[in-house]
């Protein structure tokens, strides 16, 4: 049997592509954004062409400075953040970090969120012409900074209207990042997709909180920050399970993946694709560890094609 | 800049609660230098999730386990065990399998060999200050300040001593060398050597002090500091800093990661810079 | 400094006990609701005495099956579990079960549910003359069950309808235990609280998913079910601070619980008391832990009554 | 049933991927009936979680480390490594602290003393019927029928035979014994000896193929069953299978934990009793 498995059954090399939103990836592993810089600080430890895309750190308008520290703190299995999305503001990055981008052949998306409506469709305006940017990437779900969308991903009309208001700018791959602290992601999911958007991507980081005991003081300057990390993936799991039922486009899966075994948990739900965050930190390599993962796992389990394995739960 | 899977050389308690451990670690010697850390990931099982950033104390070359093979390279890293890592760290033995991701960050400029040197170093504080002092005593004349609570956080003064480095030890309850905090140590010597620039590693509020006399006589003055760190690369933000720049309109944020973690002095806005060695604890 | 602790300052004996909607406990530490049984199944392993109350699992009018199986599955620091709220009924526990429990002096607080409004008064009147009850706490928040009161607890209206109509038939102190799987807990805190809940205790269980990448089949028959465990405190300890600002009524905090420190939080963040659930299966001894933990902890800070660490977090 | 933290006396690889620990336990020779089994906490730290269930292979006592001192009762179980938590078990040492939650649920009924017994047990099945066969033989005859995949999985041949069992084993590849399945024996050894009542222990299509046999020959079967368990003490209800009684409008659960793991035949709904022991795995 094992040797049956070792070189008759085995495949050479399944095929790990897969396509989003017209937007053709290698594999379906990339980076979940805030997770691995504007890229480059990731270049010296993984090769950045094995990624099926990378995802850039959320940018905005103008350069925002973040919030106060502590901004991190380790809980169980997981990690609180509330950065406050620093970021260097969409021209900067146009200039400085498109032009390492480009030196790959991964899609490059691009993360991107606004403090208003306008501010939103401004930074998919200016995007819109410049090469080397093959998708967007919207977050309406950051959970750390009072304008920073939360209002847009908790309330479906909010999020239909500034999807509908940026899709109108933009004719590139519009994928929109929702967040999971809501009461039935289905209908947020819903109402994005009315509004054009091409992929659903999730989840973004719960909410969470820890104290000092000692100091009684909040671990995170902001009390308040999102949790990720291996301890929240059966949430994720679940979400992206109910928005694969609720949508039509494709959602990528995002949350506490870690290894291959998780990321085939959300390529099983539905995922077409996932994104690694809080395990880029733990193991710069890990998504290369993750692909090889899959190759391997289709290899031993016959399939010759990932898509095959996509969506094929049986409840 | 390497991600190595490797292995554990030796792991020993050197003083009540502080433990050496020595890591193969092929290329740090030429790679590594002074003031520079590695990320350094305990176990492959959770907890703890993230790496913790630990100073390269210093590096070298073991002899080969049978001839015919090629030297091991190592680093050593000093720790204290105060959380949930370092209490898992201090049960690893030779031959654990552990992960290593550096040389990270900035380390020191050497400055110019002609001037006097002035070395501080607040308990686990003196560990960057190691090879900083192994660089440096070649060409220029090395004082080195060791402050510590009690006399169990003096360490490595041996080691310190062998360089060639004159050493002065100080602890605030007086149970070795001189009573009191290491900062009046240093103004004293920088009364005495009032040329000197002064390199400093310790507690927040150790660092605080030092900027202090430094500033009002002017002496050049590199700090190296601790943060909270997820990535280690510059990638999460999480461990930053205000810089001397920064104003609440026009903010202004270093990474200790990667931008640090030694700052020269006039880097920094030192009257904002708040104490972020808080440890996060209760993690496991 | 640290003999003058040892000696001097140690208090010989802080005061742990804490006041609950009318109900006195000798400490803030009792069970969570469906993890300690009926109370018996603990009590070879712990006096049941030395717990500042004792918490039934879920109780319904009629006896409920449960779900199929496999009914439970470990996660990272985690668990999932889709019980379906299997219990012997109202009347079997009035008969069977509370004369165990009269042998105690810790208060017995009830946990029930219903599939409908009526059923929740219907039990709710039952218990009311039952001596030997002397809380009830009311789930408004079962994940696993369709009819199990999902609707109530996500629905600030519905909840507010069926704590009203409850309210009515029971003088017994009230604690209505709500779901964190809502977009704003506030909101429902702030129904449940105008409806005359005197407490309000969280959180129940996130809902969550776990696959077999293997079978392709969920690890629960059920296929979705309640994350609980450690993994999900900085979510608990995140809404217990949010209810606690929004709400007057007093707030027991439950979520991954199952060390002194874990307790604290909650403690520090205003919760008057904590329920520990999963933590119970890894050691039935826990609670025992927590309180001796607890105690420990305020002689080291000098403070003569827990009371005064209640809602001391600083921000 | 006690809650202690204890220590491991001894971990040893016995065949490949099968170990045999003992664990200190007192009073557990007076406590521990056959078929009982031990919720068994792997490290107090995270992961894992859930404590891991394990029937108790034997239980005796050990020579005390000083004269003077009292003997040392301890138990045995023997695991086969399957998934993260048995991963970190595999690990541990003489001295390593461990939790021990026990002895748990109701074990087998001994039965008439006339009458001749067989027991059936598939690969780590055997644990169970060891104790078992122990307190049987000195009354009754007692025949082991041991199957498993390959001649690995055939373990504790020697201890049965020294207690007087007469042992015939099979394995499906034939490496070892007869080939075949050890449902097939079974019906070969009933067919010559058909008072003979049945214990059985092994994964569940083994037990559902004895209870077919058994069934039509009314033959009187115990089964020890396995099912993913949280708490061992019946407060959680995750561990339940379907009773006999078991309608879809009346519906039926036994608690494997409690009033199990072993389940007169006649106590279950065998045309609906789920694979329960599928492993949860991926949880590290
Ligand atoms: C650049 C740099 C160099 C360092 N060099 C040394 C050294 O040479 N020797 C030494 O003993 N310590 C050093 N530290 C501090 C060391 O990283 C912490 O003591 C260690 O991470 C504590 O881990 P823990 O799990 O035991 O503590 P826990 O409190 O359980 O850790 C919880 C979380 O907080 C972080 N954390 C806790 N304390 C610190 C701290 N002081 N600084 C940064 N993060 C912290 C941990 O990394 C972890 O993410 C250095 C820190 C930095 C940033
Ligand atoms: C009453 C009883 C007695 C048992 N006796 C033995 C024995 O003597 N020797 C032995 O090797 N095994 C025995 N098992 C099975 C043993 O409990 C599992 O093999 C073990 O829990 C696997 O843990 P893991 O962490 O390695 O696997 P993982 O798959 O990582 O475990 C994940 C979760 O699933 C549970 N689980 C996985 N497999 C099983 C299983 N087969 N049965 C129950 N729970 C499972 C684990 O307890 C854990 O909660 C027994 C099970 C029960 C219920
Ligand atoms: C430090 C950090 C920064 C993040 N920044 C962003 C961001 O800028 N934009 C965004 O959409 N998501 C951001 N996220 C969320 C991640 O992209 C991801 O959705 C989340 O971390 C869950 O995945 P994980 O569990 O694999 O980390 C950030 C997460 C972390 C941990
Ligand atoms: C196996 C299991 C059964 C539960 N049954 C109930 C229940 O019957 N009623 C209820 O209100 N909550 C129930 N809960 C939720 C717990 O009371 C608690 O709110 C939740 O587990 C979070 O706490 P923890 O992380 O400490 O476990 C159950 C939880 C578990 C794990
Ligand atoms: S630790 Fe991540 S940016 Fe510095
Ligand atoms: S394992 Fe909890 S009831 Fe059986």
Redesign the interface.
Request: hydrophobic fraction near 40%; charge should be negative; proline fraction near 6%.
């Given at each position: 049997m094992s040797e049956l498995r070792g070189t008759a059954v085995k495949l050479a090399h399944p095929k790990l592509a897969v396509e989003v939103a017209g937007l053709k990836f290698k594999n379906p592993v990339m980076p979940a954004s805030g997770t691995f810089g504007y890229g480059e600080e990731y270049a010296p430890y993984l090769d950045l062409n094995k990624l099926g895309a990378i995802v850039t750190k959320g940018l905005s308008l103008n350069p925002k400075a973040g919030n106060a520290t502590p901004r991190i703190c380790e809980t169980v299995s997981g990690m609180l953040n509330a950065i406050g999305l620093q970021n260097i503001g969409i021209d900067a990055f146009i200039e400085h970090k498109i032009p390492f981008l480009a030196q790959y052949n991964s899609p490059v998306i691009v993360n991107f969120f606004g403090n208003t409506l306008e501010e939103y469709v401004e930074v998919a305006t200016r995007l819109e012409d410049v090469p080397g940017v093959a998708g967007l990437e919207m977050n309406i779900s950051c959970p750390n900074v009072k304008h920073g969308g939360i209002v847009f991903g908790t309330e479906a009309s909010a999020a239909h209207e500034v999807v509908s208001q940026v899709r109108k700018k933009t004719q590139k791959p519009l994928i929109v990042k929702l967040t999971p602290n809501v009461t039935d992601i289905r209908v947020t999911a819903k109402a994005v997709e009315d509004a054009g958007a091409d992929a659903i991507s999730l989840i973004n980081t719960l909410t969470g909180m820890a104290v000092d005991v000692k100091t009684r003081k909040p671990r995170l300057a902001n009390t308040i920050g999102g949790l990720s990390g291996p301890a929240i993936r059966p949430i994720a799991v679940r979400l992206v399970h109910q928005v694969v039922q609720a949508v039509e486009v494709p959602v990528i899966g995002i949350g506490g993946i870690s290894r291959a075994i998780d990321a085939l948990e959300f390529l099983i739900v539905g995922a077409k694709a996932v994104q690694v965050g809080t395990a880029n930190f733990v193991d710069p390599n890990v998504m290369e560890t993750i692909i090889d993962g899959l190759e391997e796992f289709c290899q031993n389990e016959g399939i010759e094609d990932i898509n095959e394995l996509i969506g094929t739960l049986e409840v | 800049?390497k991600?190595y899977k490797t292995i554990i050389l030796s792991n020993q308690e050197i003083s009540p609660g502080y433990y050496r451990m020595r890591i193969l670690a092929p290329e740090y010697n030429k790679l590594a230098k002074p003031g520079q850390f590695v990320m350094f990931?305990v176990q492959r099982?959770?907890?703890?999730?993230?790496?913790r950033p630990f100073g390269i104390f210093c590096t070298g070359y073991a002899a080969p386990d049978c001839d015919g093979m090629p030297e091991k390279e190592f680093i050593e890293i000093i720790y204290k065990v105060v959380g949930s890592g370092t209490e898992?760290m201090q049960e690893l033995h030779q031959g654990d399998r552990v992960?290593l991701?550096g040389p990270l960050g900035r380390g020191f400029d050497l400055g110019d060999p002609e001037e006097e040197k002035i070395l501080v170093g607040g308990g686990i504080g003196l560990v960057p200050l190691y090879m900083l002092a192994e660089r440096m005593v070649a060409n220029s004349k090395v004082r080195l300040l060791m402050g510590g609570r009690t006399r169990d956080d003096i360490i490595t003064v041996t080691e310190f001593e062998r360089l060639g480095v004159e050493t002065y030890v100080s602890t605030e309850d007086g149970s070795l060398g001189e009573e009191g905090l290491v900062t009046q140590v240093l103004e004293r010597k920088l009364a005495k050597y009032p040329k000197a620039s002064v390199y400093a590693c310790g507690p927040m509020p150790m660092i605080d002090a030092v900027q202090k006399i430094c500033a009002t006589r002017n002496t050049p003055l590199q700090v190296s500091l601790e943060?909270?760190?997820?990535?280690?690369?510059?990638?999460?933000?999480?461990?930053?800093?205000k810089g001397a720049g920064h104003t609440d309109e026009n903010?202004?944020?270093l990474c200790t990661c990667?931008q640090g973690p030694v700052f020269l002095a006039e880097q920094l806005d030192w009257s904002r810079l708040?104490k972020?060695q808080?440890n996060?604890?209760?993690?496991?």
């Amino acid at each position: 049997m094992s040797e049956l498995r070792g070189t008759a059954v085995k495949l050479a090399h399944p095929k790990l592509a897969v396509e989003v939103a017209g937007l053709k990836f290698k594999n379906p592993v990339m980076p979940a954004s805030g997770t691995f810089g504007y890229g480059e600080e990731y270049a010296p430890y993984l090769d950045l062409n094995k990624l099926g895309a990378i995802v850039t750190k959320g940018l905005s308008l103008n350069p925002k400075a973040g919030n106060a520290t502590p901004r991190i703190c380790e809980t169980v299995s997981g990690m609180l953040n509330a950065i406050g999305l620093q970021n260097i503001g969409i021209d900067a990055f146009i200039e400085h970090k498109i032009p390492f981008l480009a030196q790959y052949n991964s899609p490059v998306i691009v993360n991107f969120f606004g403090n208003t409506l306008e501010e939103y469709v401004e930074v998919a305006t200016r995007l819109e012409d410049v090469p080397g940017v093959a998708g967007l990437e919207m977050n309406i779900s950051c959970p750390n900074v009072k304008h920073g969308g939360i209002v847009f991903g908790t309330e479906a009309s909010a999020a239909h209207e500034v999807v509908s208001q940026v899709r109108k700018k933009t004719q590139k791959p519009l994928i929109v990042k929702l967040t999971p602290n809501v009461t039935d992601i289905r209908v947020t999911a819903k109402a994005v997709e009315d509004a054009g958007a091409d992929a659903i991507s999730l989840i973004n980081t719960l909410t969470g909180m820890a104290v000092d005991v000692k100091t009684r003081k909040p671990r995170l300057a902001n009390t308040i920050g999102g949790l990720s990390g291996p301890a929240i993936r059966p949430i994720a799991v679940r979400l992206v399970h109910q928005v694969v039922q609720a949508v039509e486009v494709p959602v990528i899966g995002i949350g506490g993946i870690s290894r291959a075994i998780d990321a085939l948990e959300f390529l099983i739900v539905g995922a077409k694709a996932v994104q690694v965050g809080t395990a880029n930190f733990v193991d710069p390599n890990v998504m290369e560890t993750i692909i090889d993962g899959l190759e391997e796992f289709c290899q031993n389990e016959g399939i010759e094609d990932i898509n095959e394995l996509i969506g094929t739960l049986e409840v | 800049m390497k991600n190595y899977k490797t292995i554990i050389l030796s792991n020993q308690e050197i003083s009540p609660g502080y433990y050496r451990m020595r890591i193969l670690a092929p290329e740090y010697n030429k790679l590594a230098k002074p003031g520079q850390f590695v990320m350094f990931r305990v176990q492959r099982s959770l907890p703890p999730l993230l790496r913790r950033p630990f100073g390269i104390f210093c590096t070298g070359y073991a002899a080969p386990d049978c001839d015919g093979m090629p030297e091991k390279e190592f680093i050593e890293i000093i720790y204290k065990v105060v959380g949930s890592g370092t209490e898992i760290m201090q049960e690893l033995h030779q031959g654990d399998r552990v992960e290593l991701l550096g040389p990270l960050g900035r380390g020191f400029d050497l400055g110019d060999p002609e001037e006097e040197k002035i070395l501080v170093g607040g308990g686990i504080g003196l560990v960057p200050l190691y090879m900083l002092a192994e660089r440096m005593v070649a060409n220029s004349k090395v004082r080195l300040l060791m402050g510590g609570r009690t006399r169990d956080d003096i360490i490595t003064v041996t080691e310190f001593e062998r360089l060639g480095v004159e050493t002065y030890v100080s602890t605030e309850d007086g149970s070795l060398g001189e009573e009191g905090l290491v900062t009046q140590v240093l103004e004293r010597k920088l009364a005495k050597y009032p040329k000197a620039s002064v390199y400093a590693c310790g507690p927040m509020p150790m660092i605080d002090a030092v900027q202090k006399i430094c500033a009002t006589r002017n002496t050049p003055l590199q700090v190296s500091l601790e943060a909270l760190m997820a990535c280690g690369v510059g990638a999460c933000l999480g461990c930053v800093v205000k810089g001397a720049g920064h104003t609440d309109e026009n903010p202004q944020y270093l990474c200790t990661c990667k931008q640090g973690p030694v700052f020269l002095a006039e880097q920094l806005d030192w009257s904002r810079l708040e104490k972020q060695q808080g440890n996060c604890g209760g993690c496991s």
